[in-house]
């Protein structure tokens, strides 16, 4: 594979981002993406939305500093320095991301994305010194980057935006699949609107409401107050000394997840295995006892937790999907934030998540139809998850060998 040798600067506009003059109210809250590094952490593929947004004034008040179609953003201060994002429409940036537009004929934009994604080191390296590093426009034009043929840089870039579509794909879904069951908790256990025998909404068809005053509220004739308790246990997790930790699994290990875990696996950790570890599965429903996390509901990894994640499990297996969808709902959410910010460190103990009452059927019908309408739901979720974890893995893998030449494809996927 032969490579041409190109400084950034000679590969399209360099562009400096800028922020509108923020004594103006009206600069914000239009129509137009405003990216920030937070935006292109991890790096970004395909932004179609950005944390704010600018009015076509504020945008006109930086027009010289924004991009529009096929674009590589690089963030070039501080601890976003080398994060990496791609976009194709109008938009803006502050001064903290240098972005690559108008991008030459010679240069395939998504290939250009892919790698600039691997070059994070080298733009640390090349910032100066000082306590907040920054890599200024024209030192960053200065970077040198070799290109193969635009054939092979279509055919690289077709591959690995394939698999990066997917990973979104996958993520739309879930996304779509829990607002979903949370629109159905809300309608059968909120608004008390579940099937009745006859098969309509119940409190929409004249279905009896009585006064419970543990609840301060009506509910449902048959229905009853009852603590998270008697349809759950709770199992806080074990600490292990750090001394202990290994980063590579070996036999008399097991992995030890923490909350972290569920965000990236760019830190995994293993301990020793012994009686004393609390187990997790793939499928057990666990949550974030302390921090930025509290309340959070997570899934999908195995292994022995720590005590900042609790495993929480149904007495029952109906009742599996009406525990998960309750944990991961606002009611639920508001109620242990509120509990967990009157510590000194936010988090909940045993008896707070226990304690908190609950509308509940007495019969298991209503409970037993939700458990069937939700577990294919959850299932299909927690596949996709996985799946995205083994097709992430293989982009990071494969994209270093792709861009060094190492491996090459054998079908022109470019028109995909």
């Given at each position: 594979?032969?490579?041409?040798?190109?400084?950034?600067?000679?590969?399209?506009?360099?562009?400096?981002?800028?922020?509108?003059?923020?004594?103006?109210?009206?600069?914000?809250?239009?129509?137009?993406?405003?990216?920030?590094?937070?935006?292109?952490?991890?790096?970004?593929?395909?932004?179609?939305?950005?944390?704010?947004?600018?009015?076509?004034?504020?945008?006109?008040?930086?027009?010289?500093?924004?991009?529009?179609?096929?674009?590589?953003?690089?963030?070039?201060?501080?601890?976003?320095?080398?994060?990496?994002?791609?976009?194709?429409?109008?938009?803006?940036?502050?001064?903290?991301?240098?972005?690559?537009?108008?991008?030459?004929?010679?240069?395939?934009?998504?290939?250009?994305?892919?790698?600039?994604?691997?070059?994070?080191?080298?733009?640390?390296?090349?910032?100066?010194s000082t306590t907040t590093p920054i890599l200024s426009k024209s030192e960053f034009e200065k970077i040198s980057i070799t290109l193969p043929s635009l054939s092979i840089q279509q055919n690289i870039a077709s591959t690995l935006s394939s698999l990066d579509r997917k990973i979104a794909l996958n993520l739309a879904i879930n996304q779509n699949l829990e607002a979903l069951a949370k629109q159905l908790y809300d309608y059968w256990f909120v608004q008390f609107d579940f099937p009745n025998e006859e098969g309509k909404p119940y409190k929409l068809s004249g279905g009896k409401m009585v006064w419970d005053e543990k609840l301060k509220r009506n509910i449902p004739e048959g229905w009853e107050a009852i603590p998270l308790s008697q349809i759950m246990d709770y199992e806080g997790g074990s600490q292990p000394p750090a001394s202990e930790f290994i980063y590579q699994m070996q036999e008399g290990y097991v992995r030890f997840v923490q909350i972290r875990d569920y965000y990236s696996d760019s830190h995994i950790t293993y301990i020793p295995v012994r009686n004393s570890n609390k187990l997790c599965s793939d499928t057990d429903i666990m949550i974030a006892r302390y921090g930025a996390s509290l309340g959070r509901i997570c899934y999908g990894l195995k292994g022995a937790y720590n005590v900042a994640l609790a495993k929480v499990t149904p007495k029952k297996k109906e009742y599996t999907e009406f525990l998960r969808t309750y944990l991961m709902s606002n009611v639920f959410y508001n109620k242990i934030n509120t509990i967990g910010l009157r510590a000194a460190q936010a988090g909940f103990n045993k008896e707070d998540i226990e304690n908190i009452l609950i509308p509940f059927p007495v019969e298991d019908r209503v409970i037993i139809a939700f458990q069937k309408a939700m577990e294919s739901n959850f299932l299909t979720r927690l596949h996709n998850d996985k799946e995205n974890k083994a097709i992430t893995k293989q982009r990071d893998e494969l994209l270093p060998l792709l861009m060094n030449g190492q491996v090459s494809l054998n079908s022109d996927l470019s028109h995909d």
């Open positions: 594979m032969e490579f041409k040798k190109y400084k950034l600067g000679e590969i399209g506009d360099v562009v400096t981002g800028k922020t509108p003059s923020t004594l103006d109210e009206s600069n914000f809250g239009g129509n137009i993406p405003f990216i920030t590094p937070s935006d292109i952490t991890n790096n970004a593929f395909m932004l179609k939305k950005a944390g704010r947004t600018i009015s076509i004034k504020g945008f006109e008040t930086i027009k010289a500093n924004t991009i529009s179609g096929p674009s590589v953003l690089v963030g070039c201060i501080g601890s976003d320095m080398g994060n990496v994002g791609f976009v194709d429409m109008k938009c803006a940036t502050n001064q903290q991301i240098n972005s690559i537009t108008n991008i030459k004929d010679f240069c395939n934009p998504v290939y250009l994305y892919y790698r600039l994604s691997q070059m994070k080191d080298i733009f640390q390296k090349m910032s100066n």
